[in-house]
């Protein structure tokens, strides 16, 4: 491999491909803790909203209490109605009492039959949990009204107690009710403001995982990972989960997306790196074949330059007396100066070409003329050489607007071409024909023939063939098919080419009839 495109490699290697790959390890190494860090913004968003929720739970119990200690504390002897008015607009509320520090019900509304079920359970239950209560006083003095709660053993209500001071005497305020009234009627109103549309937020017994609030009736309620126990109903738990996406598919899919991107990224990069080397390698092949043009076009020259001079040394010493041989050598001069003057042709034509200045005057003309015109001119030329020539025209071949010396430049590059690239079959055939659309010349050798490989290169700039030095035995400048291509492109014509390695190549040209 070249110098030149070793060092290129090297460093597109090193400014584009190893910072690609580094990024891309990093990014996707770094996608695993992003995922956990949203997934723990996401947590945190959520627990947030479940803390609210029981914060609401907590305010609301707390007013109660507050509305419950005015009432006790009136000085009004009748606290009983207003006691039941207490419990008629307290939803989910169903009895208040008061009891004193030796656990003695000293009020309750409505009235609690102490024999009854409910008032055995209520008296154990103060019993038990004496030091708890006494707790409540500790904290009252220390002026904290803490709320306490219980759950009654057989029924599912609940008890919320607190420490009330009267008259320097400790009592305790006890509401009874309904967890699950109190979650469906005063909690869901909020829980739906805060739920809205993107959250589904539910209750749930922890005993039995059953649900028994959900904020959307129509919701599937998923796996909930996300839960919080009630603070004054430790029986139950609140769960929320977001509508659309669980937030395991949300962090999916962003990692997904961000992977994507990284692999757009980096395809665009590798695609960018392999247009910069392809194109610098394309580059210095260019010059390469420059290089190789010059030094062929200046063998190419000087060898009939060096023949010309020669022979004209020779008769200028007048030492020839034959007069065939002073002939003879009129013709090779006359030859090589043909030569000389077909490639400077040649360069001249494609220097046209590159520089857009090539200009072509078309005229009706009948391609059969041309082709035996050229035919005429190398006559001599393929005898010389021992070449067996057929021609074959179309005698009713119509006129075609085409600029005569250029097609005539371009079959004399395809003969000359067929005489180069002949080894020891010298077998040229020529002819002409045509369809409706097209007339065509073909031209077939019997040659070396042009791998599949090089067929796709012949016609491009200063190409040759290298193959096993093939073409390089036979003088050229590259340049002959490059034209031949630009005056076909020109005509609105085509080139098809065949060929077949070591049994011959058949140019067909094609020009439009219209
Ligand atoms: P050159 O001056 O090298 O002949 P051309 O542009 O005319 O340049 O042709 C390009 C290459 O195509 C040649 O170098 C040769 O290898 C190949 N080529 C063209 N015509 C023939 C043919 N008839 N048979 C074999 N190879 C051919």
Redesign the pocket.
């Given at each position: 491999m070249n110098r030149t495109l070793k060092s290129t490699i090297l460093i597109l290697f090193v400014i584009i491909f190893l910072p690609t790959i580094i990024f891309s390890i990093y990014e996707i190494g770094s996608l695993r803790s992003n995922e956990q860090v949203i997934e723990t913004i996401y947590n945190n968003q959520l627990d947030a909203i479940l803390y609210s929720v029981n914060q609401y739970s907590e305010d609301v119990i707390s007013s109660w209490a507050n509305r419950l200690e005015l009432i006790l504390s009136s000085k009004k002897n009748n606290k009983t109605e207003a006691l039941l008015d207490f419990i008629y607009t307290t939803s989910s509320a169903s009895k208040v009492m008061q009891f004193n520090s030796d656990n003695q019900i000293v009020l309750s509304v409505p009235t609690l039959i102490s024999n009854s079920s409910f008032g055995k359970s209520m008296q154990e239950l103060l019993i038990e949990n004496d030091s708890v209560l006494k707790n409540l006083n500790t904290y009252l003095q220390g002026g904290y009204r803490k709320l306490e709660t219980f759950t009654l053993n057989d029924t599912t209500d609940q008890l919320v107690v607190f420490a009330f001071q009267q008259d320097n005497t400790f009592l305790y305020n006890a509401i009874v009710f309904n967890p699950v009234r109190f979650i469906n009627e005063v909690l869901d109103p909020k829980i739906q403001e805060i739920a809205q549309n993107e959250f589904a937020i539910s209750a749930f017994f922890e005993e039995s995982d059953s649900i028994i609030y959900s904020s959307d009736k129509q919701f599937q309620i998923r796996e909930v990972n996300q839960k919080k126990r009630f603070w004054l109903m430790p029986h139950y738990s609140l769960g929320i989960e977001l509508k659309n996406e669980t937030i395991n598919d949300l962090v999916k899919s962003r990692s997904e997306k961000d992977l994507i991107l990284i692999g757009i990224v980096d395809f665009g990069l590798i695609l960018g790196l392999w247009l910069i080397f392809r194109n610098v390698k394309k580059h210095l092949e260019l010059s390469q074949l420059k290089s190789d043009f010059v030094s062929?076009v200046s063998h190419e020259i000087r060898t009939p330059l060096a023949l010309i001079s020669m022979y004209i040394e020779t008769l200028e010493l007048g030492r020839i007396e034959s007069k065939e041989k002073v002939k003879e050598y009129y013709t090779i001069i006359f030859q090589e100066t043909q030569r000389l003057s077909g490639i400077v042709n040649k360069i001249l034509n494609f220097s046209q070409i590159e520089s857009g200045k090539k200009v072509y005057k078309f005229s009706l003309v009948n391609i059969n003329d041309i082709v035996l015109d050229v035919v005429k001119t190398f006559k001599h030329n393929l005898e010389v050489q021992g070449f067996k020539y057929k021609t074959n025209c179309s005698a009713k071949l119509p006129e075609i607007q085409v600029d005569a010396d250029a097609v005539t430049d371009v079959i004399i590059?395809?003969i000359?071409?067929?005489i180069?690239?002949?080894m020891d079959k010298k077998y040229i055939e020529i002819s002409t024909a045509f369809d409706k659309s097209w007339a065509y010349i073909i031209i077939s050798?019997k040659?070396?023939?042009?791998s599949e490989k090089?067929l796709k290169h012949?016609?491009d700039k200063f190409?040759?063939?290298t193959e096993k030095n093939?073409?390089l035995k036979?003088?050229?400048?590259?340049?002959?098919?490059?034209?031949?291509k630009h005056i076909m492109d020109s005509h609105g014509g085509k080139i098809e080419v065949k060929?077949k390695k070591g049994e011959?190549?058949i140019?067909k040209l094609l020009f439009p009839i219209q």
């Open positions: 062929n590059n395809i000359d071409n067929a180069k690239y002949s050798d040659g070396i023939g042009i090089e012949i016609f190409y040759r063939v093939l073409a036979a003088k050229g400048s590259g340049l002959g098919l490059t034209i031949v060929s011959g190549t140019f």
